[in-house]
């Protein structure tokens, strides 16, 4: 038990100082929980409860593939165009239309994919408008967050924990996108006001904005169509697949593989957007915390936890609520909820009753994934946006980022707290 | 072939400080229809930068457009004529890319085969020739292939 605390304790450290490659981090301690040896072939392999979660590497990898070939056309591009748009030339109107059109690719691709689709167009805006896009870029990425959570393939931790806790693409959109459309009316309607002072445009800028034809955004016609097909196909996948018994992780497997063979794409594009990286990362982090789970570590922690609040399940779900948000806000929330979805799954299987019913689970995904807008290093898709804004010219500072992040993480925490208690203990 | 060395076939060419403004570096390559410029720092003698012509027309390109190839297409004609226009205040610091690139540079007595390698390896139809650990000139493509058939 000794050895797999160590080995995991020194592998966080390491991972959160962020000096080290955190794949190789997580690889070097995958391979000492082998090699001391905490885990065998069989656990590491084949073990449902210890060993690497297949569904979670598969999932994530079918649906890199999928964003990979949606992104040759060209499509998300348009859609941000035509919104820019309708927005007549209202600095304040675009950024709100940009913000939706983030949250809703965001549920549907990874949300450092959506910023990259997204940001380029809107820099492309401000410049065409001459207005600073740091304002527009930073409500953006919180959008992004926000709508990230509504769905099981929207962010890594939602994938995490509906592959261990077996949870539907159905039981996310149920449960998670109610509170995700709330949370996201509310940052709209705060938004001029943690934004002011964006400024007036002239007409002739406005002229330059409506002048941009979406359709040229478009790449390939016929690969669009095609994929719209396949992505309403797997989406539909997604939706029934408790019912025909075909994992997500299948699903979107199967239609990536589909796309393969009807785009005539080459490897290389196909593969652009698969990041081997955070797969063996993951790959990583799952043979550590095996290692913990094994050694009974995580049961231990189970028990405390269970002890502390003296089985409390309102006071549970706040309090997993409140720490994920924090810790998410500094760290990568894909190793703590990794690290977490043992220790809730014991603590949740000391739930009694129907009503409270994957109420835990709900708790840990609304903290992991919102937490990620507290600071500016609180998720992937903040560190990618940071660097594109300082690419474009536009940096901003992690104070900047994190003052506002601070105000709109803790406005959607206490939507979360409300709506977990009401919907789940109150209306149960 | 063998005997021939790097500072047999070297080329003067123009080198501009990295602090200079990126549209004079510009209007250089163009007026002159150059095949590149070299980058040099006030702090060291080998050269920062080795910029082919096609790195250099790459200045042109709004950051935003580097990031999604796709939006070259959107671009309308009125921006794209101010593409130029908008290099006006910018140093070349400002418009290379934030993680140094690899340089291509040789030592003055390699020969043409150790050149034509590192060309071949990095895609760059130019490299610099160092002597002394001091930038001595440029090696072009054109000039390696005519010295190559030479021999």
Known sequence: ?428 | MGCVRAEEIVEEFPVVNIDSPALDAVRLLAEHRLNGLVVVTNTSDTPYAILPASQVVRFIVPGYVQEDPGLAGVFTESMADQAAAKLGGKTIRDVLPKQRQYVPVVDADDTIIEVAELMARVRSPLVAVVKKRRLHGVITASRLLAAALKD
């Not at chain 1, 028990?303 to 998410?328: D, K, P, Q």
């Not at chain 1, 992991?368 to 507290?374: E, R």
């Not at chain 1, 959607?412 to 789940?424: F, G, K």
């Open chain 1, 1 to 428: 038990m000794y050895y797999a605390i160590t080995v995991f304790l020194l592998a966080y450290a390491f991972i959160i100082s962020e000096r080290f490659n955190q794949t190789k981090v997580a690889l070097v301690g995958a391979g000492l929980m082998v090699c001391l040896p905490v885990m065998d072939s069989p656990d590491v392999f084949y073990s449902e409860d210890n060993g690497i979660d297949w569904d979670v590497i598969f999932l994530m990898l079918g649906m890199m593939m999928i964003v990979s070939i949606l992104r040759q056309t060209g499509v998300f591009e348009y859609v941000a165009i035509w919104a820019v748009k309708r927005a007549n030339g209202s600095p304040m109107r675009i950024m709100m239309l940009l913000m939706v059109v983030m949250a809703f690719a965001s549920a549907i691709l990874p949300n450092v994919v959506s910023v990259l689709l997204i940001a380029p167009v809107t820099l492309l805006v401000c410049d065409a408008l001459d207005i600073n896009p740091v304002p527009l870029l930073m409500a953006e990425v919180f959008a992004s967050n926000v709508g990230g959570a509504a769905t099981l393939v929207g962010d890594p931790p939602n994938i995490i924990i509906g592959a261990r806790k077996s949870l539907s693409f159905n039981a996310f959109l149920v449960n998670m996108a109610p509170i995700v459309v709330i949370v996201m009316l509310v940052l709209l309607a705060v938004t001029p006001l943690l934004f002011r002072g964006l400024s007036a445009v002239s007409a002739e800028r406005v002229a330059a904005v409506m002048s941009l034809q979406e359709s040229d955004a478009i790449r390939d016609r016929r690969l669009l169509v095609r994929c719209v097909v396949v992505m309403v196909v797997v989406l539909a996948g997604f939706i029934v697949s408790p019912a025909i018994h075909i994992a997500p992780s299948l699903v979107a497997l199967l239609g990536a593989g589909i796309l393969i063979l009807t785009s005539r794409l080459e490897q290389s594009e196909y593969l652009s957007n698969v990041e081997w990286d955070t797969l063996l990362f993951m790959v990583g982090l799952f043979i550590m915390v095996g290692g913990l789970f094994k050694t009974g570590v995580i049961k231990m922690l189970g028990r405390l936890a269970a002890e502390f609040t003296g089985g409390n399940v309102l006071l549970t779900t706040m309090l997993i609520l409140v720490i994920s948000t924090l810790v998410s806000g500094f760290i990568d929330n894909v190793p703590y909820v990794a690290t977490m979805t043992p220790i809730v799954g014991h603590l949740a299987s000391t739930i009694t009753g129907p009503h409270h019913h994957h109420v835990l689970w709900w708790s840990l995904a609304l903290g992991g994934d919102l937490g990620g807008n507290l600071t500016a290093v609180g998720s992937s898709a903040n560190i990618v946006m940071l660097g594109i804004a300082m690419r474009s010219g536009h940096p901003i500072s992690f104070g900047e980022f994190t003052r506002k992040g601070i105000v709109i993480t803790t406005i959607s925490t206490a939507l979360c707290a409300v709506y977990l208690w009401l919907r789940y203990f109150v209306l149960a």
